[in-house]
């Protein structure tokens, strides 16, 4: 079942995914365990033998008491032991064998689903990032996987040994006494239809208590990833509040599927050793009337023990079984989910050597989650090779929609997106991203170091690259300066950087790329003065001879591009350079006014984003 419906926008109900009512979740996970063939033949040889084993040792003891103890011959005696002793140790040899195969196919399998989850998550687009929670995704990848692990490294192969010990041991109850067999048989209906009946209800509270904990990833992804904005508000304790109603909720669930997998055990062992205990009572009877010799009786009790047993097993495996099929829907899903950007069969080549001219015909576009609200209306772009060209207006005109669209993170609901002539959709998403370099206005910093971090640009750049990168982008000082130089933990998100640092560290990833198209959104927004000189001196140097579009907060950007948009709504509203936009005495005359306010460029720039007032919307990008 795909998580979003054909429009790719609307997240799966709850009661859409409870759907599934037996182990068919699991099939679709067994094409990863067909690599292993090997592996799982030799754990079913073990496993076999294992079960032999345990069943031959009831041979072993009708020998021991109707030959070794009943003639009174030491000799029957001794070989009956040796006997038990011989199917005991090849017992301890199997089980050796299939726990260790079974253990290093569990680990193998899921090691194997985390890779193939993760690898789609990475291709799918930002709409299935809108409205599905990291966390949530999280604990797929490990909670749900974790599951698996236990059903394949362990569980599996026990319900395997449990269903040779019940097929194995129902024959020879049959060959030992057909007449007390067939009571066993009468019993199996009541014992087995029940735990069918019981383990569907287990299933199901398995996957509700397994969305429960979903939901707490999620809660401690969200407060842990905004934790400077908890402590500043003073959110801690209702935030505690919060995430404990979650644990109360999950606790209170899983007590659910507790209870229901307790009764459903309870049930088992009450009617199996009942009827045992009835066998036993006619059993006797029968040695007494000598339709049966003792040995009879107590091989015939050991396998009846070993039936009663199985099902008792296959039971509370049938039971893990249950909830692990909860996890495998939610990894099937995961692992079935399409991206709604994806190459076509037959994609076009774009041309070579790249050019860097950029074309946006009468484009628009709705984003998945806000399908009513129209980022861009009718839009046209014309972007030559070389040419700078800066964005402008107010917050929510569609800036960022044009960079999303631009790299093909989504696809426009009419009209074409082109690279050097070619329409976006016509070629591989990761061969036109290839040819832009971006620098966000809130920088990526990943938890590592910062050769990691500006090699991310290029991973194939050597260390002097690097540093001549962060040379370039006036990052190399700083780096040097910290404790480990460039081999320093920069920690979770670049937390020991500041703002200007993390926005040179972009800069110099960037730079590193070497692209033919750069996509900055505001580089410099978060610098001092200083290093705002340095760093656009950098970027005047990186920009040379590239086809630039950058979204601009400060008018002082601006007025160094070859053509300035000024974007409203979605639309263009009118553009040109900056002299030519002032004299229209549009809506970028009345920006450029709030920003100047009767000082120099150089002033206005320094003092940040324009404040919004009730004459017009300061120029910044949109959240998007």
């Known amino acids: 079942m795909s998580i979003f419906g054909p429009g790719g926008g609307q997240r799966a109900s709850r009661g859409d995914r409870e759907k599934g009512k037996d182990l068919k979740q699991i099939r679709p996970l067994l094409r990863f365990v067909r690599p292993y063939r090997t592996v799982v033949i030799g754990a079913l040889i073990a496993l076999s033998v ?213 009764f459903l055990t309870a049930f088992v062992i009450l009617f199996v050793f009942t009827g045992i205990a009835a066998v036993l009572w006619l059993g006797g009877h029968d040695v007494l009337d000598g339709r049966l010799s003792g040995g009879e009786l107590l091989s015939f009790l050991f396998y009846a023990v070993v039936v009663a047993g199985s099902v008792g097993s296959l039971s509370e495996v049938y039971g893990d079984l249950q909830h692990a099929a909860g996890a495998a829907e939610r990894l099937v899903e995961l692992l079935r989910q399409e991206s709604d950007i994806a190459a076509p069969e037959n994609p076009a080549a774009l041309p070579e050597p790249p050019q860097g001219a950029i074309a946006l015909e009468q484009v628009t576009f709705n984003y998945p989650s806000r399908p009513d609200e129209s980022a861009l209306v009718g839009y046209t772009l014309n972007v030559a090779p070389g040419e700078r060209v800066a964005l402008v207006g107010p917050s929510g005109a569609g800036k960022t929609s044009v960079f999303n669209l631009l790299l093909r993170f989504y696809d426009p609901d009419s009209g074409a997106v082109r690279l050097d002539g070619v329409d976006l959709q016509h070629t591989r998403p990761e061969e036109a991203r290839a040819r832009f370099g971006l620098v966000p206005q809130d920088p990526v910093i990943f938890a590592a170091d910062a050769w990691e971090n500006i090699r991310f640009g290029r991973p194939g750049a050597t260390d002097e690259e690097v540093r001549a990168a962060a040379r370039a982008a006036g990052a190399e000082a700083f780096f040097d300066a910290l404790p480990e130089g460039f081999a320093t933990f920069l920690g979770e998100k670049g937390m020991r950087l500041s703002g200007g640092q993390k926005q040179r560290l972009a800069i110099a990833r960037a730079i590193l790329r070497n692209p033919v198209i750069l996509l900055l959104d505001e580089a410099t ?100």
Do not use: C
Not at 121 to 144: H, M, Q, V, W
Not at 184 to 206: A, E, H, K, T, Y
Not at 590 to 596: D, G, K, S, T
């Open 50 to 262: 294992s079960a032999a084993a345990v069943l031959a040792m009831g041979v072993g003891l009708r020998l021991l008491v109707d030959q070794g103890l009943g003639d009174d011959n030491i000799g029957l005696l001794n070989e009956a032991l040796i006997y038990l002793i011989g199917m005991v140790v090849l017992l301890a040899a199997a089980t050796f064998s299939r726990f260790y195969l079974v253990s290093w196919l569990g680990e193998r399998v899921v090691a194997d689903i985390r890779r193939a989850i993760f690898e789609r998550l990475l291709r799918l687009s930002p709409a299935f990032f809108e409205i599905n929670k990291t966390g949530e995704l999280l604990s797929r990848i490990t909670t749900d996987t974790t599951l698996l692990q236990t059903v394949i490294g362990s569980q599996a192969s026990s319900a395997l040994r449990n269903l040779f010990l019940l097929t194995g041991g129902v024959a020879m109850l049959f060959i030992t006494s057909p007449r007390l067999a067939g009571l066993v048989f009468v019993l199996v209906p009541v014992v087995v239809v029940p735990i069918v009946i019981l383990g569907r209800r287990v299933r199901q509270r398995s996957r509700a208590s397994q969305d429960r904990i979903a939901d707490l990833g999620g809660q401690v992804e969200e407060s842990l990833n905004a934790i400077h904005t908890v402590q500043a508000f003073g959110q801690e304790t209702n935030t505690q509040t919060r995430f404990g109603a979650k644990v109360d909720s999950a606790f209170h669930t899983a007590l659910g599927r507790v209870r229901a997998r307790a």
């Open 525 to 624: 927004s978060a610098l001092d003065a200083e290093s705002e000189r340095a760093v656009q001196q950098a970027l005047e140097t990186l920009m040379a001879g590239r086809t630039t579009i950058v979204i601009a907060h400060r008018l002082a950007t601006v007025q160094k591009a070859d053509r300035i948009i000024v974007m409203q709504e979605g639309r263009v509203v009118s553009e040109g350079s900056h002299d030519d936009l002032v004299a229209e005495d549009g809506l970028y005359a009345r920006l450029a006014a709030l920003q100047f306010d009767g000082t120099s460029a150089d002033n206005g720039a320094a003092n940040g984003e324009v404040p919004a007032t009730a004459g017009a919307a300061p120029l910044s990008a949109e959240s998007a």
